[in-house]
């Protein structure tokens, strides 16, 4: 639980910053993911990270606006309102985008193939009860899961942790969005497959 | 080439370039560089070029593609562009030559980017070699986005083109996929 206190508690106006440009390219993913797979979980997931965007944001403007104390390091602090303003403007869009799979509408998959034909991608996967995986920390879920993967986010208790660290431990019923090759993944959804 | 390809590369071609517009944006400010930020301003020139003519071919052929596609690309394009003139009032601010605050040089260290520029100095791994025959590999996941060779940003370069010094690369891929691909450029060195 101490990973998910200092998620929600952040050190400091770098580590949100951090957060939030890192939380908004991973709900950007998503969105563009949901739209390829017709995956309206994955595009609900977008939206549901809303919360999360703006305590970030919030959290950063209260640790400006306690930090300014002149004219010079007000001025300085414009540049960081200003990415501030357009990570979660990239939020907004992303969830913009997951509301197009969400309408229904639906694009030709001729379209969606030649789209996204890089062989990386980004998934939504669940650890189930009895997965290889549950127990283990995602530095050990690499190794006993041979592949490379990344973990961007976790949802756990319908709290969002963003960049877990190496030594996070993966717990049943855990959600990952995790960013890896097509093969990665899938290797991937086997072992958090339940028994 | 079909209807479908041709939408479908143009759309491609503006999600890539809209990302690149956005990294280079997140980039430039927390480097304070110029350089990265007149980039961001040649990627949002481009995007708007291809949306208007993405947005030409859908209403020219609707018919063929269905409203609903063309409905629903006309949505995501329009989200594609925003995120470029998101990433062109950014680049501004560099170019304006605000300052930045502090905190935002230690904030580019540790970010968990996706996009990472790499330059092709004197002693670089990378110098010399072909865009084809740097060691990517499928496992890695590291590709390249676009290339600034010879002042000149050129996206999707082709394979040919021989890196020299000063040369900006633009990676895509994780971090640790990165660092995998420069230990395997020096190991080759030490090999020849």
């Known amino acids: 639980m101490k990973q998910l206190e200092e998620a929600v508690q952040p050190r400091g106006v770098k580590d949100s910053l951090k957060d939030l440009i890192n939380l908004s390219s991973l709900m950007l993913d998503l969105a563009y993911a949901s739209i390829m797979y017709d995956d309206e979980e994955v595009a609900k997931q977008v939206l549901d990270l809303e919360q999360s965007v703006n305590d970030l944001k919030k959290a950063i403007i209260i640790h400006m606006s306690l930090a300014v104390r002149s004219l010079a390091s007000a001025e300085k602090a414009i540049s960081v309102f200003k990415i501030t303003d357009v990570a979660t403007m990239v939020a907004y869009e992303a969830i913009e985008i997951a509301k197009i799979v969400l309408e229904k509408m639906r694009i030709h998959h001729k379209i969606k193939e030649g789209f996204m034909k890089a062989d990386e991608s980004v998934s939504v996967i669940q650890i189930m009860k009895g997965s290889r995986l549950e127990g283990l920390t995602i530095e050990n879920a690499l190794i006993a899961s041979g592949v490379g993967f990344d973990v961007i986010g976790v949802k756990r208790n319908n709290r969002w942790v963003i960049n877990p660290s190496s030594k996070f431990e993966l717990k049943s019923g855990d959600i990952l969005v995790v960013r890896g090759t097509t093969d990665a993944l899938a290797c991937l959804k086997t072992y958090a497959g339940g028994i | ?192």
């Open chain 2, 1 to 192: 080439m079909s209807i479908y390809q041709e939408v479908s590369e143009k759309l491609r071609e503006i999600k890539d370039k809209s990302e690149i517009a956005l990294y280079l944006a997140y980039s430039s400010i927390l480097y304070e560089s110029k350089s990265l930020a007149k980039g961001v301003l040649k990627f949002e020139e481009e995007i708007d070029k291809l949306r208007v003519e993405l947005q030409r071919l859908l209403i020219e052929e609707a018919e063929k593609i269905g409203a609903e596609t063309a409905m629903a690309v006309m949505l995501l394009v329009e989200s594609m562009e925003r995120i470029s003139d998101f990433a062109k009032d950014l680049a501004f601010t560099v170019l304006r030559g605000e300052e930045t605050h502090p905190v935002l040089e230690l904030a580019g260290e540790e970010t968990n980017e996706q996009v990472l520029i790499v330059k092709v100095d004197e002693d670089s791994v990378f110098l010399g070699k072909r865009i084809g025959d740097l060691s990517f590999d499928d496992r890695i996941g590291v590709r390249v986005l676009a290339v600034r060779h010879r002042d000149v940003w050129i996206y999707d370069p082709n394979e040919d083109v021989q890196l020299e010094k000063g040369d900006l690369l633009l990676l895509s891929g994780y971090r640790e996929g990165i660092e995998i691909l420069e230990e395997a450029e020096e190991e080759a060195e030490d090999i020849e």
